[in-house]
């Protein structure tokens, strides 16, 4: 079993539908819960991280985590044509001496159509 | 803020050569720095870690001494991929952090050994 499951997708949508993305993980350790977007050919740009459960919301985009169950979902809503890109949920456990390893789920590729 | 760069962006070069590639944090001190590898369609597999001045951590199946890894100061790592082969082509992603928690990415260096 990975340690963060995520489906890739690809996901097609209409201009301004309300996006919903998920990824689980195994790990009761990971304390940190990121959202990275990826452009084709391009490097990840960090969207939006939390901490705890609960939900943090930045414009268009919210991060939800529900760390009882394990799950963290990305909504985004008005969806735009660029938004279509991949989006890859990440998650780390800091341990004590320094070390924050992220583990990325496999990215779900999505496509917000005209 | 938070910006990273890697130099070059793209390389081709003949098999048995080497390929140096540089990644720098341009407007933070970076503590650590990260390699990534990335096969078409797939997530980004951790390579390595660097701090500033010390040894590079190497993932399990890598080879240190494929993938040379020099951090020689807060704002600048490299790769070098000695002696290059075909199934070293791949897309090459650097990300730096300053904070524990937060990892900020290169736009990536795409190689293609021929």
């Known amino acids: 079993q990975k340690e963060v499951e995520q489906d890739p997708g690809p996901l097609s949508v209409p201009e301004g539908a309300i996006v919903s993305l998920n990824c689980t993980y195994s790990n009761s350790a990971f304390q940190y819960f990121m959202w990275y977007r990826q452009y084709s050919r391009k490097g990840p740009e960090l969207l939006m991280y939390t901490y705890s459960s609960g939900n943090k919301e930045d414009g268009r985009f919210t991060a939800q985590v529900d760390k009882s169950s394990k799950y963290i979902s990305l909504f985004i809503r008005d969806s735009q044509p660029s938004d279509s890109a991949t989006y890859l949920c990440?998650?780390?456990?800091?341990?004590?001496?320094?070390?924050?390893?992220?583990?990325f789920g496999t990215g779900t590729q999505l496509k917000v159509e005209l | 803020g938070a910006v990273v760069s890697q130099h070059p962006s793209w390389v081709i070069c003949k098999s048995g050569t080497s390929v140096k590639i540089e990644c720098r944090s341009l407007d933070f001190q970076a503590t650590t720095m990260f390699w990534y590898r990335q096969f078409p369609k797939q997530s980004l597999m951790l390579m390595a870690t660097?701090?500033?001045?010390?040894?590079?951590?190497?993932e399990q199946g890598v080879e240190k001494d494929k993938f040379l890894i020099n951090h020689a100061s807060l704002t600048l790592s490299t790769l070098t991929v000695t002696s290059a082969h075909p199934e070293d082509s791949s897309f090459y992603i650097c990300?730096?952090?300053?904070?524990?928690?937060?990892?900020?990415f290169g736009p990536g260096t795409r190689l293609l050994v021929l």
């Open positions: 990440a998650t780390l456990a800091v341990f004590t001496g320094g070390g924050n390893k992220l583990t």
């Open positions: 660097s701090n500033e001045g010390s040894k590079a951590t190497y």
């Open positions: 990300s730096a952090s300053a904070l524990r928690e937060t990892q900020y």
